[in-house]
T-cell receptor, first 113, second 115 residues
């Protein structure tokens, strides 16, 4: 199976620290999409970003930024100046095998005061 | 507001019992999905449906059944054949092209536990 690996199970930071969540994926496809979702304690997954495999430009959205490196099959997510509201489980996902998303195991981020 | 509604939020199942989890969406999406979330295992696809009256098995369909009689509704039945049903179940939907081009919209989930 083509996996999505999020090696960091849990990360704890103090508010205002920068934090990077790692995502490494496997794929045999030439065209695919990568996603990041946030799951706050309420349980619902919230979409953060979608990246096409042909677009390796890094993206910044407010305090969030994403670094896509096709050469290393990585799609890392950085939160700058973290806040308590950023505390959540973050999932990386990849399309493949038709209309299916393969998710990583998630990284629990805890931001403390 | 458009969205996905899952009910109930908490559900308990007795030994040998079938239970049904509800998922309703008013986003006019064609595709709907059921995922199972276990601690430390991420989300795994149970079933998905791309159009009314049609659905396909995902990666862990054994012990589950679904129906798609209406565009808005995609109920999931956890049958007695599912020996380890305790998990958090998430329903999702997407526009016709599916997650290849579009993001998934998720409900707030149902926590199923065994009594």
């Amino acid at each position: 199976a083509q996996k999505v690996t999020q090696a960091q199970t849990e990360i704890s930071v103090v508010e205002k620290e920068d934090v990077t969540l790692d995502c490494v994926y496997e794929t045999r496809d030439t065209t695919y999409y990568l996603f990041w979702y946030k799951q706050p304690p309420s349980g619902e997954l919230v979409f953060l970003i979608r990246r096409n495999s042909f677009d390796e430009q890094n993206e910044i959205s407010g305090r969030y930024s994403w670094n896509f490196q096709k050469s290393t099959s990585s799609f890392n997510f950085t939160i700058t100046a973290s806040q308590v509201v950023d505390s959540a489980v973050y999932f990386c996902a990849r399309t493949g095998g038709g209309n299916k998303l393969t998710f990583g195991t998630g990284t629990q981020l805890k931001v403390e005061l | 507001d458009g969205g996905i509604t899952q009910s109930p939020k908490y559900l308990f199942r007795k030994e040998g019992q079938n239970v049904t989890l509800s998922c309703e969406q008013n986003l006019n999406h064609d595709a709907m999905y059921w995922y199972r979330q276990d601690p430390g295992q991420g989300l795994r696809l149970i079933y998905y449906s791309q159009i009314v009256n049609d659905f396909q098995k995902g990666d862990i369909a054994e012990g589950y059944s679904v129906s798609r009689e209406k565009k808005e509704s995609f109920p999931l039945t956890v049958t007695s054949a599912q020996k380890n049903p305790t998990a958090f179940y998430l329903c999702a939907s997407s526009p016709p092209q599916g997650p290849t081009n579009e993001k998934l919209f998720f409900g707030s989930g149902t926590q199923l536990s065994v009594l």
